[in-house]
């Protein structure tokens, strides 16, 4: 009779035991990956909502607005709900009045364990701001999007700050920018 092959179960079970250790060692490691993954990517998302704002009011005679949203028609809500890009086609002039006649260019809802806060540093709307022809910030003032992860400890690394100087152009820091 040949001699049979594979392992035995005090084998498996020996591995299936190292593996168990392995794998509670790192998923703490692992959350953090994933934390920083997801405040990445709503860092882009905004910084790319902005850059398409921005763009738009380069191409249109029109102004373009981005602003919170939580429904995606409308401007309102909070930040961390959502934001809205649209163009003013009506000339309404109103940053956070989307009337019937204005085209949303995107919505972008968020994911619900973030937190965004939007200031403004000229008393301008922190909630919304519109693009002129120019490209620059309506009002000429500096806007700043704070992002935080909400269940994340005290940890500069997993806030980013987006800022939004007057003449439209952005940056991203990780923790506060300077």
Known sequence: ????????????????????????????????????NQLATAANEVLAAVALARTEALRSPRTVSVCASDDGASCGGEWSNGWLVWIDEDASG?????????????????????SIA???????????????????VQDRGRRALTITVDDAPDDASLVREIRISATGQTRICQGACA
């Open 118 to 136: 939007a200031e403004s540093e000229s008393g301008g709307s922190a909630e919304c701001f519109q693009f002129d022809r120019q490209g620059r």
């Open 1 to 36: 009779m040949p001699k049979a092959r594979g392992f035995t179960l005090v084998e498996l079970m020996i591995t299936v035991a190292v593996l168990a250790v392995v794998a509670a060692i790192a998923l703490p490691n692992f959350k953090g990956t994933m934390q920083r």
């Open 94 to 114: 109103g940053a956070c009045d989307v009337g019937s006649g204005d085209r949303v260019l995107r919505y972008v809802e968020t994911n619900r364990n973030l």
